[in-house]
């Protein structure tokens, strides 16, 4: 191992076995080689790269990975394990030119607003390759690589964006480079940050070089440096070719990223959703309508009253679709956010419904018109849930699918310590369905570390960073800055039209029965008294007897098969693990199988519903506290045992087995001080595949250390 590496050579290879052995020689050749390590990151090569690579230059630090990652997140990874203080990242189908790497090196050395620097590229027939370009504009796309390229070859737009009108010659600042070669400054990237993994082949080079200049960096061209690149223009054939696709694709990300017209719509979104689901909801109602009138019809015999023309029913339809929107609107179910989950949205669209069809059902009761058939509106209440609930999971389907794709992410900035916010930031970009990009940190502490990969600029520069990086959520850590600038700050994104979220360590402040009041003109936060509660209480416990019982029949043959097949196969039908329950007081959990996270399913665990008409515990409730690990708990959690513990809850919803301490407690924290008899019927529905295949019953607690 080398231990004075000046520059890291950053290589991608994907099934590159007959071009990347020229490249690695041709680095050897360079002057600079002794301070130079080379780093191939191999994306699943099925023709023999990373073997050829073992066998031929063993002097190559190869990562072979087990899936193609993309060249974004390829370059990234190697980027992470380089230790030099420049970056050349080479395509596997270049051929450097003698001292030629040292070209690029001592241009960026003598150039210290230089981010990165790029050579000239020619073919192998020593043509050049137009490889500084202006920014992409769509006209340009579809010149570049589609057949109207070849319909209007001397469009002056393709001209521009390849620089055709400067000497090549020349060394220049320039928009940015091709990817093929690119020498980088490790300041530059700790400033800017990697590649965006968004983009898994293609404009990750003109995104890149976008950030740099936003973050005052260089870009340069430099001939005097020659690479020779293998390049073929195969996305330029066809408009169905798949790397026209994939371009196109990565086109889309971009400028959904930067452009100002996508901005300016992601920035009013949530207007232009309201609208998507208002029409939505609206043909749903109407085809709900037509479906309930028509089963009147089929049904005619049933009933001794006629059934009018369907044209008698026009105004009726109108007062309809205004009175379902109405209430749409009242319920909040306009209010558009992406964690609805459709369990959710089914009992929203249920309430609703069930809502404006009392009222349009009184409304022909009181207006005495028997043109109207009552039967119609009441066959339209299961006919307009089921199709609205069906639309509207259609295009949040087609959401999260554009989410995947990395299109419509909300860029954010985290506001805090710098450590924190890092932290934050891994978990939130962890989570695919929460549709965040998030663009970097604005730290508080003192002194303000500047110097910091992903750090933005100062508190003070807000207003100008949310402007700058089109910032459309600002996330504020506990305590990061004093309640007034918070309300400061809410003006800003009130005037910027962007979101404020403010995480806060008082999170049992915020329940279901607080509201913001005001007092002597001081705003306070009201918890008003909820009568209902004893009420609701006494409906949860029979709620458990009715269901215990329900389940505890059903569950009899399945049982007794289960305990037959598993004790004649030599197996324990039954677990018995010691949990506390109400009071703190423990009790054995008794648990079909090994007790492993997963296994039969909870049909055959007739002495589990036997506890939930016992009351020991309740069908939905936090989660069943090992005895053995009481001692994690601390004061603050000894709340959790004034409830019954539960069959299922939050910690049964998802697909990870294992679930850290503190996301258990924060969730069950979350399901006592917002319990409601709606809540649990929620959890039911949204755990029930769980329970019935016997999945996450009894999750792997991760503790912290």
Same mark, same amino acid.
């Given at each position: ?47 023999? @790269? ?54 690029? /090196?001592?241009?960026? #050395? ?23 370009? +202006?920014?992409?504009?769509? #006209? ?6 589609? =057949? ?22 020349? @060394? ?12 980088? +400054? ?15 082949? &293609? ?20 001939? %005097?440096? $020659? ?26 990300? &971009? ?8 901005? =300016? /719509? ?41 059934? =009018? ?18 209430? &749409?609107?009242?319920?909040?179910? &306009?209010?558009?956010? +992406? ?22 059902? @009184? ?42 794709? #990395? ?22 970009? %962890?989570?695919?369905? *929460?549709? $965040?990009? !998030? $663009? ?35 996330? =504020?850590?506990?305590?990061? !800055? ?15 039209? *962007? ?40 409906? #949860? ?19 007794? $098969? ?144």
């Amino acid at each position: 191992m080398k231990a004075d590496v000046e520059l890291s050579v950053v290589i991608v290879s994907y099934n590159s076995l007959s071009v990347l052995g020229p490249c690695l020689e041709s680095l050897k050749r360079q002057s600079l080689f002794d301070k130079t390590e080379v780093i191939v990151v191999d994306n699943a090569s099925s023709d023999g @790269t990373p073997s050829m690579v073992r066998e031929r230059h063993p002097w190559v630090k190869l990562i072979a990975g087990r899936k193609n990652v993309g060249f974004s997140r390829g370059v990234n990874i190697g980027i992470r394990e380089a230790r030099g203080s420049y970056f050349l990242i080479l395509n596997p189908d270049t051929v450097v030119k003698e001292d030629s790497v040292e070209k690029l /090196l001592v241009f960026l #050395k003598q150039t210290p607003s230089a981010g990165i620097v790029g050579p000239k590229l020619i073919y192998h027939d020593g043509n050049l390759q137009y490889s500084c370009r +202006r920014f992409y504009t769509l #006209k340009v796309l579809l010149l570049r690589r589609t =057949f109207f390229g070849r319909i209007f070859r001397n469009s002056s737009a393709v001209s521009d964006h390849l620089m055709l009108d400067f000497d090549h010659e020349t @060394t220049r600042e320039v928009d940015w480079l091709l990817g093929a070669c690119l020498l980088v +400054r490790r300041e530059a990237v700790e400033s800017v940050g990697l590649l965006d993994e968004r983009f898994f082949l &293609y404009f990750e080079d003109v995104d890149w070089c976008y950030r740099m200049k936003q973050k005052g960096w260089e870009i340069y061209y430099h001939p %005097d440096s $020659v690479v020779i690149h293998d390049y073929a223009r195969g996305s330029a054939q066809s408009v169905i070719n798949r790397s026209f696709i994939a371009h196109l694709a990565s086109f889309i990300r &971009y400028y959904e990223k930067w452009n100002f017209v996508f901005y =300016f /719509l992601k920035k009013y979104r949530e207007v232009i959703k309201i609208l998507l689901f208002l029409f939505v909801d609206v043909l749903a109602f109407n085809l709900a309508f037509v479906s309930a009138y028509y089963l009147r019809v089929a049904l005619g015999d049933i009933f001794t009253n006629p059934i =009018f023309p369907i044209a008698a029913y026009k105004r009726l339809v109108v007062f309809e679709n205004l009175l379902f929107v109405f209430t &749409y609107f009242a319920t909040g179910l &306009y209010r558009i956010r +992406r964690d609805t989950s459709s369990v959710e949205e089914l009992f929203n669209i249920g309430r609703a419904i069930v809502f404006a069809s009392i009222l349009l059902m @009184t409304s022909t009761y009181l207006s005495h018109i028997r043109t109207y058939s009552r039967m119609v509106v009441a066959f339209l209440v299961p006919f307009a849930i089921l199709y609205d609930w069906i639309t509207r999971s259609i295009v949040r389907k087609i959401h999260r699918m554009l989410l995947a794709q #990395k299109i419509d992410l909300k860029r954010v900035c985290i506001v805090g310590p710098m450590g924190k916010a890092r932290e934050l930031e891994s978990r939130l970009l %962890d989570d695919v369905s *929460l549709g $965040v990009d !998030v $663009v970097g940190v604005i730290p508080t502490e003192e002194p303000e570390p500047m110097d910091e990969p992903g750090a933005l600029g100062r508190l003070g520069d807000l207003d100008e960073i949310v402007a700058s990086y089109r910032i459309q959520e600002l996330i =504020f850590l506990p305590n990061a !800055v004093s309640d007034d600038r918070i309300a400061e700050f809410v003006t800003l994104g009130r005037r910027r039209v *962007l979101d404020v979220t403010v995480l806060t360590d008082y999170s049992g402040l915020v329940i279901r029965q607080a509201s913001v009041g005001n007092l002597v003109g001081r705003p306070v936060i009201a918890y008003r008294r909820d009568t209902r509660y004893a009420i609701d209480r006494m409906a #949860k416990r029979l709620l458990d007897i009715v269901l215990g019982l329900i389940f505890l029949v059903v569950s009899v043959p399945f049982s007794v $098969v289960y305990f037959l097949y598993t004790s004649l196969r030599g197996g324990v039908p039954f677990t018995g693990e010691q949990r506390l329950r109400l009071g703190r007081e423990p009790f054995v959990l008794p648990i079909a199988g090994d007790g492993s996270s997963d296994g039969p399913s909870d049909i055959v665990n007739l002495p589990l519903f036997w506890l939930v008409v016992s009351g020991k515990m309740s069908m939905v409730g936090p989660y069943p506290f090992p005895s053995e690990d009481a001692g994690a708990l601390d004061e603050k959690t000894a709340f959790r045992f004034s409830v019954r513990p539960g069959v299922t809850g939050y910690w049964r919803i998802g697909s990870s087995d294992e679930i850290p301490l503190e996301d258990l407690l924060a969730q069950d924290a979350d399901y006592i001080r917002n319990w409601s008899l709606v809540q649990d019927l929620k959890i039911l529905v949204m755990s029930s595949g769980n329970m019935v295949f016997g999945r996450r019953r009894n999750p792997v607690i991760r503790y912290p250390g």
